[in-house]
């Protein structure tokens, strides 16, 4: 809220009115548990906190007396007012996603020096009360103006995307999945942990030795899991391909081997998984603060596409995006600029692409481009440099010029923005798994679920 200037004793008059409005939103909740302490489960939208077989997301009776705190502080008298006594009732509870507008009014100017004012918290919609009193303040003693006043941003790190996709694989049956070469403890360990949370039901495609050496690493028991012997990589990965083929498995999973020989195997000619779309890569990313998923393509597989390449990656990246729930995606095709420049080749196969959509070359979503990253993502910079698209600042998919950029964009949502990321290849006959030794458990999970949800979406594409 934009502070502009505050009243002293003499310039606060009977009768003076002054509201805010404002959204409790499930992270409101998470911060103010945060800063406060309160940790009562009934306050978080995780938690079932009064035992009635639903998670509840109530505010906290103070989270509302924090938005008459907000008008006296910032409106009325405003900066440098100091809060003596509050009598307050409070008439309703505030559930997570409602809109309040907390009123304040000068009842009285007392001898002291001190004001009293009504307060008032009612919702938008029905016009609930929530909570009423009276506070009594001291005024500031000197008149003062402010152009603004900064606060530092706040995101909580929470990854609610993650949660949404994993409780919307959860009630699948498990997808089996070929785990090619879990040979150490972090691939067999992934691997493991979606087997736990009954996202996928693993057979493990490697050198027997191998995988068993890290299972007593990690503690495990494989009692009940299948394991198919492979002397190499290279064997492994045609072995596995081969379960895909005659429907023992409906994914594959990368272990530790490299991406190409497990890629090699997926595009052999024979019986392979080629399905005449080019293969590429998808991070499904979860970025604090963000209300949606962003999805980057492609960071991983093809290193410098060219149009026809790209055309497959945008219609790759669509074809998940409706997998995971998004109906109609909005894609921004990145590149430096929002507009067209024969001289950088990315704006201009940008254009190209937007126009394909346009003629139904590129189905299934909205695409647009030119777009600058900020421009893509943030409404506010797409507005002030008076861009005009169902897509820019509100992009679900991020298009990237090459492997390069991909990675670079990735990486920092992940390391500098605390982005968790689901990685997962497309465009093959069976989604490939592909998770990073870096990767934590959400990481892990996510691209399991991911890769879960986009193998049921598109189970009739690969008939053997």
């Known amino acids: 809220m934009k502070i502009e200037e505050n009243r002293t004793y003499s310039q606060v008059k009977v009768g003076d009115t002054a509201q805010v409005t404002r959204l409790c939103t499930v992270d409101d909740l998470y911060a103010f548990a945060s800063a406060s302490g309160d940790h009562n489960p009934l306050h978080l939208a995780v938690y079932d906190g009064d035992g009635d077989g639903r998670p509840e997301a109530v505010a906290p009776a103070l989270w509302p007396a924090g938005l008459v705190a907000a008008v006296i502080g910032n409106i009325l008298p405003g900066a440098g007012t100091q809060t003596r006594r509050a009598d307050l009732s409070f008439h309703a509870p505030v559930l997570a996603g409602e809109e309040l507008t907390a009123f304040v009014s000068v009842l009285d100017k007392r001898e002291d020096g001190d004001v009293t004012l009504s307060a008032e918290v009612r919702r938008i919609g029905d016009d609930a009360l929530i909570l009423s009193g009276t506070v009594q303040v001291t005024p500031p003693t000197q008149h003062l103006t402010f152009d603004s006043v900064e606060v530092p941003g706040l995101i909580v790190q929470r990854h609610q995307h993650f949660d949404a996709l994993l409780e919307k694989a959860r009630p699948l049956d498990p997808m089996p999945t070929a785990v090619v070469a879990p040979e150490e403890p972090n691939s067999l360990g992934g691997a493991l942990l979606a087997q736990a949370n009954s996202i996928i039901t693993p057979i493990l495609v490697g050198d027997p030795a191998k995988i068993t050496a890290a299972a007593v690493e990690l503690g495990a028991d494989l009692s009940g899991v299948e394991i198919v012997a492979a002397q190499s990589h290279d064997v492994a990965a045609h072995i596995a391909v081969?379960?895909?083929?005659?429907?023992?498995?409906?994914?594959?999973?990368?272990?530790?081997?490299?991406?190409?020989?497990?890629?090699?195997?997926?595009?052999?000619?024979?019986?392979?998984?080629?399905?005449?779309?080019?293969?590429?890569?998808?991070?499904?990313?979860?970025?604090?603060?963000?209300?949606?998923?962003?999805?980057?393509?492609d960071a991983a597989v093809n290193i410098a596409p060219d149009l026809e390449t790209k055309a497959d990656i945008v219609q790759n990246a669509i074809h998940l995006a409706h997998s995971i729930g998004i109906g109609l995606p909005k894609v921004g095709v990145l590149s430096a600029v929002e507009t067209i420049n024969p001289h950088m080749p990315s704006s201009v196969d940008a254009a190209l692409l937007s126009k394909m959509a346009e003629r139904g070359q590129i189905t299934g979503g909205i695409v647009d481009g030119p777009l600058a990253m900020d421009n893509a993502v943030d409404l506010n910079a797409a507005r002030t440099k008076g861009i005009t698209s169902e897509v820019a600042g509100v992009?679900?998919?991020?298009?990237?010029?090459?492997?390069?950029?991909?990675?670079?964009?990735?990486?920092?949502?992940?390391?500098?923005?605390?982005?968790?990321?689901?990685?997962?290849?497309?465009?093959?006959?069976?989604?490939?798994?592909?998770?990073?030794?870096?990767?934590?458990?959400?990481?892990?999970?996510?691209?399991?679920?991911?890769?879960?949800?986009?193998?049921l979406e598109n189970k009739d594409e690969f008939r053997g």
Request: glycine residues 6%; proline residues 3%; hydrophobic residues 50%.
């Open 242 to 297: 081969d379960l895909v083929v005659e429907g023992k498995a409906r994914m594959l999973m990368k272990g530790h081997l490299h991406t190409d020989v497990l890629l090699r195997a997926a595009l052999r000619r024979e019986k392979g998984l080629r399905t005449g779309r080019r293969l590429s890569h998808v991070f499904v990313m979860d970025v604090p603060g963000m209300s949606r998923p962003i999805m980057v393509t």
């Open 395 to 455: 992009a679900d998919i991020l298009v990237v010029p090459n492997i390069e950029a991909g990675n670079m964009v990735a990486k920092q949502l992940t390391y500098i923005s605390h982005a968790e990321a689901a990685g997962v290849v497309v465009g093959a006959a069976a989604p490939i798994i592909l998770t990073s030794r870096a990767d934590d458990d959400a990481s892990r999970l996510a691209s399991c679920a991911v890769a879960a949800l986009h193998a």
